[in-house]
């Protein structure tokens, strides 16, 4: 089993920045990859980030250039760092880790707002 604490989302003006922090603990060597997913109200749930070692991590179109995925393996914690933030980014962001066996385990999930 893996256990993933998310903090960090909250309210911000458009144009500002926030940053998901994403805790990891209990079966971490088992996880393949980390990413975050956001879900906004009416829409599907949609990566928004990932990164796996020893690849190159891999963002969705809409936050290329603007948001910035990375991993402390030392705190097993993965970061996102969201700059340049826009009203269409406002979700609930959730954290994902999957592990070997075709195992997925989430966050509880973090609000993020942006205002116009």
């Known amino acids: 089993q893996v256990q993933l604490v998310e903090s960090g989302g909250g309210l911000v003006q458009a144009g500002g920045s926030l940053r998901l922090s994403c805790a990891a603990s209990?079966?971490?060597?088992?996880?393949?990859?980390m990413g975050w997913y956001r879900q906004a109200p009416g829409k599907q749930r949609e990566l928004v980030a990932a990164?796996?070692?020893?690849?190159?991590?891999n963002y969705a179109d809409s936050v290329k250039g603007r948001f910035t995925i990375s991993r402390d393996g030392a705190k097993n914690t993965v970061y996102l760092q969201m700059n340049s933030l826009k009203p269409e980014d406002t979700a609930v962001y959730y954290c994902?880790?999957?592990?070997?066996?075709?195992?997925?385990?989430w966050g509880q999930g973090t609000q993020v707002t942006v205002s116009s």
């Open positions: 990164i796996t070692s020893g690849t190159n991590p």
């Open positions: 994902n880790a999957a592990a070997i066996g075709w195992r997925d385990y």
């Open positions: 209990g079966s971490i060597f088992s996880i393949n990859a």
